[in-house]
T-cell receptor
Framework: AQKVTQAQTEISVVEKEDVTLDCVYETRDTTYYLFWYKQPPSGELVFLIRRNSFDEQNEISGRYSWNFQKSTSSFNFTITASQVVDSAVYFCALSRSGNTGKLIFGQGTTLQVKP | DAGVIQSPRHEVTEMGQEVTLRCKPISGHNSLFWYRQTMMRGLELLIYFNNNVPIDDSGMPEDRFSAKMPNASFSTLKIQPSEPRDSAVYFC?????????????FGPGTRLTVT
């Protein structure tokens, strides 16, 4: 069975702090895809990143970075120098390879960045 | 380009009434997904379509729920009869099926309240 666990329900930081959101997944597939989505207060989910299981290179995009560790089945997300606009619910998701596109979402982590 | 369009944005109805949610995917996308989000269950995939054909409806809660995609630019999710436990935010998402799970673009959601 496939499963995504985001153990941190809520995180609160002060602006400019770095923060890491944890994501642990379970799957028996050898090929799979991992995603992060952001859900700001407006409600619409916004795609942040996709990573396939064969690409363990860490990725950096501005203040955002992702650490994929197959050995620990983790795909953690770090925001450097957090800003108030980063306040949102962040979802990690897992998908099998192939043409399904079916996403299994974690429960989400609510990040509050205080000024 | 317009994103995924959903209507209505808010719907309040009484138990037993029929509810129809509508979605217009991004032009050119050939996969469409219906999700439901609640505090208790998080984000759940209800059904998804590829090229207007339902591929997986295993997430549809029960026979009261039905979804159609009569053409590439329109889909509906119908609940008949509605019950208070159907209260949730319903999201529609679309993506371009390219042989691997691709990013999904989400609509703003329909907040359904059944009293």
């Amino acid at each position: 069975a496939q499963k995504v666990t985001q153990a941190q329900t809520e995180i609160s930081v002060v602006e400019k702090e770095d923060v890491t959101l944890d994501c642990v997944y379970e799957t028996r597939d050898t090929t799979y895809y991992l995603f992060w989505y952001k859900q700001p207060p407006s409600g619409e989910l916004v795609f942040l990143i996709r990573r396939n299981s064969f690409d363990e290179q860490n990725e950096i995009s501005g203040r955002y970075s992702w650490n994929f560790q197959k050995s620990t089945s983790s795909f953690n997300f770090t925001i450097t120098a957090s800003q108030v606009v980063d306040s949102a619910v962040y979802f990690c998701a897992l998908s099998r390879s192939g043409n399904t596109g079916k996403l299994i979402f974690g429960q989400g982590t609510t990040l509050q960045v205080k000024p | 380009d317009a994103g995924v369009i959903q209507s209505p944005r808010h719907e309040v109805t009484e138990m037993g009434q029929e509810v129809t949610l509508r979605c217009k995917p991004i032009s050119g996308h050939n996969s469409l997904f219906w999700y439901r989000q609640t505090m208790m269950r998080g984000l759940e995939l209800l059904i998804y379509f590829n090229n207007n054909v339902p591929i997986d409806d295993s997430g549809m809660p029960e026979d009261r729920f039905s979804a159609k995609m009569p053409n590439a630019s329109f889909s509906t999710l119908k609940i008949q009869p509605s019950e208070p436990r159907d209260s949730a935010v319903y999201f529609c998402a679309s993506s371009l099926k390219r042989g691997f799970p691709d990013e999904q673009y989400f609509g703003p959601g329909t907040r359904l309240t059944v009293t």
